[in-house]
């Protein structure tokens, strides 16, 4: 199995900050590489999906980028509604894994 | 758009098999991958498996030896089924579709073991 290691697994920050949250992978791979938003109580959403597309209806403040075994989300301001947690997934190889995610909380 | 809503028993007993349907609504079943997942209560998500409108399916070699997916086209529903469970099974479990990425997800169905 790729194992996908998120960092940090937490952190504070204010409205208006940008926000970088980290996925490294044990494989290399290249493009199968998906981002979720996930809210207490909530489905995760699908925000990224082949590492750098934005889904559609994600706002233009969420972007993605990476190749290899690193890959990288990117919040350019953070709004009041991203305080949640954050998922990178695998599907380049079956099982599909998903990162341990990245709690974003205010500051 | 695309909807899916989950249902099943949300009370399993140990040994027994956990058995849940995903029913799709405002589009069709056909052409795509449909997939189970799960997260126990404050952690992360794990892929359980997945089938595609052949019922062609791929499953998560940990949980291989005690899981069936099928898929009823006509009904616009597929379904999971879960042997021989144990309280490490105890999960929200969500059905979603897979196009590129995961999307759109049910709300997720909590199913506990316990006797």
């Known amino acids: 199995d790729i194992q996908m290691t998120q960092s940090p697994s937490s952190l504070s920050a204010s409205v208006g900050d940008r926000v970088t949250i980290t996925c490294r992978a044990n494989q290399s791979f290249s493009y199968y590489l998906n981002w979720y938003q996930q809210k207490p109580g909530k489905a995760p959403k699908l925000l990224m999906y082949a590492a750098s597309s934005l889904q559609r209806g994600v706002p233009s403040r969420f972007s993605g980028s990476g190749s290899g075994t690193a890959y990288t989300l990117t919040i350019s301001s953070l709004q009041s509604e991203d305080f949640a947690t954050y998922y990178c997934q695998q599907s380049y190889s079956i099982p599909w894994t998903f990162g341990q995610g990245t709690k974003v909380e205010i500051k | 758009q695309v909807q899916l809503q989950e249902s099943g028993p949300g009370l399993v007993k140990p040994s027994e098999t956990l058995s849940l349907t995903c029913t799709v609504s405002?589009?069709?079943?056909?052409?795509?991958?449909w997939s189970w997942i799960r997260q126990p209560a404050g952690k992360g998500l794990e892929w359980i498996g997945r089938i595609y409108t052949s019922g062609a399916t791929n499953y998560n070699p940990s949980l291989k030896s005690r899981v069936t997916m099928s898929i009823d086209t006509s009904k616009n529903q597929f379904s999971l089924r879960l042997s021989s469970v144990t309280a490490a099974d105890t999960a929200l479990y969500y059905c979603?579709?897979?196009?590129?990425?995961?999307?759109?997800w049910g709300q997720g169905t909590l199913v506990t073991v316990s006797s």
């Open positions: 405002g589009g069709s079943i056909g052409n795509y991958f």
């Open positions: 979603a579709r897979e196009i590129e990425g995961v999307d759109p």
